[in-house]
């Protein structure tokens, strides 16, 4: 709006003389049609399954961009002491086992500060990631996990 006052000040006008109106009236729409700000990004909704030892399933939504941590979290999903550092990398209470499929796609790979705390969870597998690293995209919606059948939690 500040740049808009400007072209539009006395010594612009002067200087435009009778094209003033003309320029006027396209400043003014262009204006209109114009932003500074971002527009706003609708995350796309997604879903994961959960499956425990017992062979129970448990779904869960979240939204894009959401960690599987996040997703647990927000849904009350009942898996006993899972994230209990709060995504801070000193446990692997949020330990999931993933399809080999799914696994080769996460958009990235576990960081050495998370392979050292799958190193201290039960039933760790070739597969296995924190769920709190694991960002979710559009393209893992619907996807099942394996919740192991006992965790650890490292800062004990």
Not at 27 to 49: D, N, R
Not at 112 to 128: K, V
Request: aromatic residues 6%; charged residues 25%; proline residues 4%.
């Amino acid at each position: 709006m500040a740049l808009m006052q400007r072209l539009l000040s006395r010594p612009m006008r002067l200087a435009l003389g009778s094209n003033y109106s003309k320029c006027k009236a396209y400043w003014q729409s262009l204006a209109k049609i114009t932003s500074t700000t971002q527009p706003l990004f609708e995350k796309q909704e997604v879903s994961i399954t959960f499956v425990k030892a017992s062979g129970e399933r448990i779904l869960a939504k979240g939204k894009e961009g959401d960690s599987i941590l996040d997703i647990v979290v927000n849904n009350e999903v009942d898996l006993d002491g899972y994230g209990a550092c709060e995504g801070t990398l000193t446990c692997s209470t949020c330990h999931l086992i993933f399809p080999k499929k799914v696994y080769d796609t996460l958009p990235n790979k576990p960081t050495e500060e998370e392979l050292d705390m799958l190193d201290l969870a039960y039933e760790l597998t070739n597969t296995s990631r924190l769920g709190c690293q694991v960002i979710m995209t559009k393209e893992l919606d619907g996807i099942e996990v394996q919740v192991p059948t006992t965790i650890n939690d490292a800062r004990t």
